[in-house]
């Protein structure tokens, strides 16, 4: 099949360094701090961000009450192989702040786990999107599920992605 | 809040180098190929994989009729801020195995793009949990939507998430 | 085991009766309609309610473009093996509010099928809840693929549900 | 608008009487008996049937460890205004299906609520499509959270719909 490429024709690789502090670090200091303080530590730079932020090139940035925001500028490394940026990025996002927004509403000593997620793609995502934005909100709290949802616009305020959630808070006094 | 970390006590950065090709060649080449000669060509090696495999590294292992399996090895890089695996890496994994079990239904010339996807979180992944297998099948194909299922699973064969979603077709003759 | 019931102790069944018209008449009236006008002609009784409408006692209240409203007074009759109104009732009401806010916005010729639905439950559901309300909106049209959420709320307006879903345009021209 | 129907044309509605017995005697008797109990009893006729499956005329037909099946016959009164069997008996089925296989794990003085469902729609359900069979199966059982798949067939055992759902457990020692 002449459509092939002989590895010699795909050019020079791009390339990026990524790097990131002990995860368990944060994991451990989150322990003796509610979620609203730990998710602000890590929004004013107090606490390293996770690794996995660090892969990805996404951001924390606001927290409230029950809610949160996460910024991502998608780039070439975002791709799939069909062109668009990678429908897991946008559910990393999206999981991200659901989880988040959960998280704003726990007392030190507690802990959540995400029980499942939905995402509706409602539009394709490039490197011509912008600056995307995640936005979580909590529909219903509770001792034991808190129900979540949210969002993704890119940087002309268009949705992209919608998400429905829960998680299962463990751990809670 | 004497839990707070300041950066100095963070300790050595961890680094590791991401690179990729330009995603428009595969994507190119895809256009006149099936999902199958296309999809096959990458398990081979003789198109460059998906810049979003190497960011995140995982890897299109094989590909059948319908069927497609993605394997990953989690690591320290793919922590989220409570200490393990990110969720967003098991549902990238899953996404790309449901929506590239549907393109190995699509003759040259036909594309696709993934309406929605659902991940239930059966089990926290770690680094412990050794190499992750994503597994994704058609449950019933069709000329404009494509349902599919999936699953991951640790070293050991556990399930830990399972995902359902929907593939839309376009372009298709 | 003696908390079983012998079927003499379950006392008088409560009975009620359903009746509906042949639901082909309002499928083929509606072929020549638009969305918006086959719905308004149900809302205002000049089309007969679907049998699922009469079964269920629920009733299409209100629709505008890209959206409609669904009541339902639960009752009795709805009750699951567990006490509470069955999650069944709500997911059809989701379900209703979301396939008809789609079909809004299709013209005459064109019609649609759910793809998938998820609903979230986030509060039980009891014949106190009162009059439920179910609003569906579309999130996202298309030409293929419409995004419609949707919420229920009780006589108080809680939120007892949410939902996410897609409905696949087909016929249109 | 031509389209319209006088209510005079409508011809003659039909009718069917629904009946049901008290639902409070079975999710009474429930509580002193652990889930497999209380649903073989169900199935074996010795508890009566819950309301909502009078009403929509499904039935439990057997369970096992962390399974449940249910059938229904469609019939014109399950109808939706697009002239097809309306999708929430569909979910209605499969919520049963997937809350009911988790049931059968609980012992006596545990209870459960669902959290949430997602189904996918894979084939259009109508009166031809003969007794529809919803089998439920728990994926991953928990002291807090089962999570459950299930599936629907038609009366040729063609999938008509898929379901991945979680559980809540309540009240276990």
């Not at 502090?21 to 004013?44: C, F």
């Not at 791709?79 to 990678?86: E, K, L, Q, S, W």
Request: charged share 15%.
């Amino acid at each position: 099949m002449n459509s092939e490429l002989p590895a010699a024709s795909w050019g020079e690789p791009r390339s990026r360094e990524i790097s990131w502090h002990d995860p368990s670090l944060g994991a451990t200091a989150g322990r003796s701090m509610s979620g609203m303080e730990y998710l602000t530590a890590m929004v004013e730079g107090r606490l390293p961000a996770p690794p996995i932020a660090q892969t990805l090139g996404f951001t924390l940035t606001s927290v409230a009450e029950g809610e949160a925001w996460f910024s991502c500028e998608p780039d070439e490394s975002h791709y799939n192989p069909i062109g668009m940026v990678h429908g897991g990025l946008v559910c990393t996002l999206l999981d991200s702040a659901l989880g988040c927004a959960s998280h704003t509403l726990l007392s030190a000593g507690a802990g959540y786990t995400s029980i499942e997620i939905k995402v509706n793609y409602l539009r394709a995502v490039t490197s011509a999107s912008g600056m995307l934005t995640a936005h979580g909100w909590v529909t219903k709290p509770g001792r034991r599920v808190i129900f979540v949802e949210g969002d993704a616009r890119d940087a002309a305020g268009r949705v992209v992605a919608t998400a429905s959630g829960t998680c299962l808070v463990v751990g809670s006094t």
